[in-house]
């Protein structure tokens, strides 16, 4: 799954989401064609005014909201405690949520759980923004500038079609196992989809607009800051989510393959020493953290989308 | 007869209830002086940041504009030559696709013709020419942006920040947008829009102003009063307006002189077919026997039967000087 080339990755990366939580479309035909090659991507319904006023619907509801999204993981947790405790699979294929938890207590009594999520999440972090700040700056000048985008558009196509885990060895060998090689590959991961969808986003501003913008006076720097940035604001943001995804994807990968701390490395160390529950313990917590990060996001992106849209 | 009344006659002509026709005519003439007031004003404004711009006179030699297309070039426009006085209101009437709105753009520099050229004030024109401010068929707002901030888009650069703060409030009350200041455009109707739109032109206060049917979205009273507000500001702040419009009626109203665009027999290419020098000072009586004539003409020019024969008027092939 790591080593699919980028393109079809940034599917991966949309199906992590909930699809209703990327919006790309959000200026409705201004940049509905935002997502454009990442075409992946399924602009969501415009959003109809949330009716201030008009009866509000069930569905509308936050605590339907919460309690709805909470439904199908109690129920598998259920389950998941009624199928390992009932014996119907043995616990070495399937331990129980008991023990799971007592693996995290146990982690954590020495300390490693904290350090493991902390240095993970870190990664992440860093590989993240410097991918994002890599893929906003190149995706602007490939979206704005014809000559960057003739110079750079081929080159980059062709490194985005190589497959993630083909990075790996070439990076161990350059910057060895420890941090630097790591946080590489997890910029590399994050840099491409928010390349795509800037560049895409930006080639596709209304050119209505633009015109308009140019016709009272407005032009480069003066012209991206009032028309360009603001129409591609949601699109950024949807890159955003999609590069955040694809950074825990790339951490996994980097960590399965040379590591002595992380999340990744808890996943291989308990497969070689048959840790079943610490298995379900990474996946869990990979999964907690994933959607936390995405939360936050989420957040800002209710935030600009308010301020901008 | 003031436009007001005429207004009045308008609208109990369409058969409403008299005591509407009256509150209507009266609301009409209130908006009219207010209108007077505040382009006064806006003069005003405009002086104190020495931005105001004396109008300029447009020459558009030889103009033509041919796209190009899968089977060849296509001719658009040809062999357009208008010469247009400082301060002149003039019409482009024709029909839809004739290339009204193409000729409009080659005039503020949005679009190059593909032969002659397009001059302001003896100057060729560059490239989204500053000189001009054009107002566009579709409102062309900018959708993150409130109402208000839509129209300060057009304030010259030069326009320090109280005082374009304060024009932008007078255009906005001009228009009949005082209260929807703070809206997004998408919260707004489409003849606030394009209020909205005309508004950001006029907020310029540039030398030519270039206007594409920016009525064509209002209801027909709203459009009157729209049309005064153009009269009463461009009488305060004397431009030179090339308006494109579909309703002759609209283009006798405001212009000094009409133009109608259209096809000549077998060749490709509009060319301007009339050009109708209106008689009378604005605010013109709407109702006035002269401009049904002329109105007749246009229609007829324009290829709609005129169920009737227009008689004693001429129509000038040459360009006549200016003021009329
Ligand atoms: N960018 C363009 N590329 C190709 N053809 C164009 C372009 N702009 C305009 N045209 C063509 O030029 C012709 C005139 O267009 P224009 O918009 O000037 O018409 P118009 O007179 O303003 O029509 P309407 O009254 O409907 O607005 C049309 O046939 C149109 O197809
Ligand atoms: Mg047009």
Known sequence: MTDASHGPVITTGALVHESDAIRVAVNGATTSVAAGRGASVTPAPPAGPAG????????????????????????????????????????????????????????????????????????????????AAFGLAVGALVGLSRLGDILLSPTLGAIRAVPSLAWVPLLILWFGIAEDSKIILIAIGAFFPVYTIVAAALRHVDPHLLEAGRAFG??????????????????????????????????????LIASSMGLGFLLVDSGNNGRIDRIFLAIILLAILGKLTDALVGLFERWAVRKWA | MTAASAIARDASAAGRANAETAAK???????????????????????????????????????????????????????????????????????????????????????QPTQGEALIDGEAVKPFDPRSAVGFQEPRLLPWRTIADNVALGLPRSTSRAAGREQVARLLDLVGLAEFAGHRPREVSGGMAQRTSLARALARNPAVLLLDEPFGALDALTRLKMQDLLLDVHAAEPATVLLVTHDVDEALQLADRVILLGHEPETPGAVVTQTIVVPGHRPRDRGSAELAELRARLLDGLGIDRHGSARGIETTTTIPHYPY
């Not at chain 1, 949601?234 to 999609?242: C, D, K, T």
């Not at chain 2, 208008?82 to 290339?99: F, H, Q, R």
């Open chain 2, 25 to 111: 005519s009266s609301s009409t003439a209130a908006t009219r002086t207010s209108a007077a007031d505040a382009a006064t004003a806006a003069t005003g404004t405009t002086t104190a940041a020495s931005s105001s711009a004396a109008a300029a006179p447009v020459s558009l030699r030889g103009i033509g504009r041919a796209f190009a297309s899968q089977s060849g070039d296509r001719q658009v426009l040809r062999d357009i030559d208008l010469e247009i006085a400082a301060g002149e209101i003039v019409a482009i009437l024709g029909p839809s696709g004739c290339g009204k709105s193409t000729l409009l753009r080659i005039a503020g520099g949005l679009d």
């Open chain 1, 52 to 131: 201030t006023g008009a009866r509000r619907r069930l569905v509308d509801r936050r605590w339907f909201v919460i309690v709805g999204g909470a439904i199908i993981p109690v129920a598998l947790l259920l389950t998941w405690q009624l199928v390992s405790t009932s014996g119907l699979v043995p616990v070495s294929m399937l331990p129980s949520p008991e023990m799971v938890w007592l693996a995290a207590v146990d982690l954590a009594q020495r300390g490693l759980l904290g350090l493991y999520v902390a240095i993970s999440t870190q990664r992440v972090f860093i590989g993240f923004a410097i991918g």
């Open chain 1, 218 to 255: 407005l032009r480069g720097f003066r012209l991206f800051t009032a028309v360009q940035l603001p129409a591609v604001v949601p699109s950024v943001i949807s890159a955003l989510r999609l590069a955040l995804a694809q950074a825990w994807l790339f951490l996994v990968a980097a960590e």
